[in-house]
């Protein structure tokens, strides 16, 4: 049996995959931290590597800000640390959708 998520999911986090993959409250070590467009049309976005998982995450501005606010406005400066995920609510072109909120450990 095939899980729809599994096919289609892509390679990104969501808040499907936190909760299938058991990743919620998970400590997440930073392994790489690189800037790149995605979507259509394509927006730049921080896009987070984890040492514990192949998905990975395109950072939201709050996200950033978030983790800006702990580990420092440069990048490089967030390998290694570590952060934990969590599913939220949040508005998003009009409507309340599930999103993923960053915690940072430090």
């Known amino acids: 049996m095939a899980l729809i998520s599994d096919v289609y999911g ?3 986090l969501s808040s499907a995959v936190l909760k299938s993959e058991k990743l919620i409250g ?3 070590t930073i392994d790489k931290a690189e800037v790149e467009e ?3 049309p394509p927006k730049t976005k921080v896009i987070l590597t984890f040492k ?3 998905k ?3 950072l939201n501005k709050t996200n950033s800000r978030i983790i800006a606010d702990s580990f420092g406005e440069e990048t490089d400066q967030w390998i290694g640390r570590k952060i934990k995920l969590q599913t939220t609510k949040r508005q998003f072109q009009g409507n309340i959708v599930d999103a993923i909120e960053a915690i940072t450990m430090e």
């Open 10 to 12: 892509g390679n990104f």
């Open 26 to 28: 998970k400590l997440l």
């Open 38 to 40: 995605i979507g259509n």
């Open 52 to 54: 514990e998982t192949e």
């Open 56 to 58: 990975r995450l395109p």
